[in-house]
């Protein structure tokens, strides 16, 4: 299984986040009753990242055994197996555009809860993603 702390930098601040780390109460995450609307939605971005950054890796590994293959495939039909590859390949590449559609969805979800201004220019997912790198690099 591959190292998907390399691909997803907040690993950490989810598991952090999910076990009520102290460290993080100046960002008001928590109450008495667990996480607070900011909590949850900070999580579901975490967890959303944590799935396309997934999704990212699957993605390179096919690619990488489809081309592995195809380089010393023989002319003319594909084989059963770069077939396969190639269904495999469409499948995990369906899945990573779900994920991003995920990770967008819940980015707003958060930038809603925050009410961060989010310019025109740059979008929400990078507004959400400096906000991260700001409040939890």
């Given amino acids: 299984m591959p190292d998907f ?3 997803f930098p907040w690993e950490t601040q989810l598991q952090r986040l999910q076990h009520h780390d102290p460290a993080l109460a100046s960002l008001a995450l928590f109450d008495a009753d667990g996480l607070t609307e900011v909590g949850r939605a900070l999580e579901q971005v975490l967890q959303a990242g944590q799935a396309l950054a997934r999704c990212g890796v699957d993605v390179g590994l096919v690619a990488d055994e489809l ?4 380089k010393f495939a023989p002319p003319g039909r594909p084989s059963l197996q770069i077939v396969q590859l190639r269904r495999q390949q469409s499948t995990v590449q369906q899945a990573q555009r779900v994920a991003r559609q995920a990770f967008i969805r819940h980015a707003d979800a958060l930038a809603r809860v925050l009410a961060l201004q989010v310019p025109a220019k740059l979008g929400t997912v990078v507004v959400v993603e400096r906000w991260l790198q700001a409040r939890l690099g």
């Fill in 67 to 70: 081309r592995r293959y195809q």
């Fill in 5 to 7: 702390t390399a691909t």
